[in-house]
């Protein structure tokens, strides 16, 4: 039992998520919640005005999970090259542990996702501008050339969608070739960032077309 | 009709087309695709010897329609970067006009592909090896990096989902965005084959980690 007069939306989050996990997201209701938590559904609604508010918030919990420790790194100093290595494969680890240690989780939150594309635009431009912040620290640096930073950014985050798009999670099992495709990609994109940027588009006339 | 002495596989894979397109991948049935022909089903199953085994060469048809103009490409002579450019853009163009030009029947294709894995499999193998082959070029031509070749082509397919996997077809429909997000991620990967490599793992003790 949670006294009412101190429940925390916090709670009543963390009840949702037992909820949706023992139930999914189309028979979870407001009532399981509220029952989990030993008060009325009336409390839960003081906080969360509407089911939908609340599978919102649930929502924008879990996608927030990700954030903080790759902020921490989007902000760190030091090379910029190393920083943006360890914030991709920060970013595919945690996907990875998602979608494979709780895969009922995973595919309930899917769902969430699916409904609130708006959060979900919010959670992506959140991640690229993080990317965009340690690509601008590479160029003020010198260690990366001077790329433009935003589209540039854009570009890795899309670049890297097979290591954190849910829609590949079925490749993510194997440990070993996601790994080695991770590692060739950022190669790839790891010379593109310090390669030679401002002749990039063929010249007119020189490809024989 | 169609005079059953003469009636080739072709024949046949265009009416299931049709049919596909009519009635769905649920509902389509061979006695549907023969009576389109006017032949028996008996016709139809000479020629394959099961639904599934018509489904599955239906597939196969539409995904080799990208493979002829494709491969023209990819064994042209002429600079590597502009050839990996073309051929990147037809396969986006082409995967952006089953999408929206015809997205019943796109839809549709979606389920026989979802069914048939090995087809896929061996459709994405093929367009890879494309891919080597100009990295390949551009490699011997001295107009890219040393790169290996057979990695980084399978980087530079995965790089570019955005813009070939099916799973990303809501976004084409903003073509000035789509394109704008292509030339940026282009731009970082045409950098990235000319580009530093060699010396893309960060030097031991340098991260200060």
Redesign the interface.
């Known amino acids: 039992m949670t006294p009412e007069t101190t429940l925390t939306p916090e709670q009543i989050l963390s009840a949702a998520e037992d909820v949706l996990r023992r139930f999914g997201p189309a028979k979870a209701t407001v009532v399981d919640i509220a029952r989990s938590l030993g008060v009325s559904h009336g409390s839960v609604y003081r906080h969360f005005p509407s089911k939908a508010a609340l599978r919102e918030a649930v929502t924008q919990r879990w996608l927030d999970q990700e954030h903080e420790s790759l902020h921490s790194i989007s902000i760190e100093t030091?090379?910029a090259?190393?920083r943006l290595?360890?914030w991709l494969t920060t970013l595919f680890a945690a996907k990875r542990k998602k979608a494979l240690v709780d895969p009922e989780l995973f595919a309930t939150y899917l769902t969430l996702v699916a409904e609130h594309s708006g959060t979900v635009d919010g959670h992506l431009q959140t991640l690229t501008e993080q990317i965009a912040h340690i690509v601008q620290d590479g160029v003020w640096q010198g260690e990366f050339?001077p790329?433009?930073v935003g589209?540039?950014a854009?570009?890795?985050f899309?670049?890297?969608?097979?290591f954190h798009?849910p829609?590949y999670a079925a490749e993510w099992a194997d440990e070993r070739r996601s790994k080695?495709?991770f590692e060739?990609?950022?190669?790839?994109?790891?010379?593109?960032?310090?390669?030679?940027?401002g002749a990039?588009e063929?010249k007119p006339g020189?490809?024989?077309?």
Chains 1, 2 share one sequence.
């Open positions: 030091g090379p090259g190393e290595h360890r050339s790329v433009p589209p540039t854009r570009a890795v899309q670049a890297t969608a097979h798009d829609g080695a495709d060739a990609l950022w190669a790839l994109l790891h010379a593109g960032l310090r390669g030679p940027w990039t063929p020189s490809t024989g077309r």
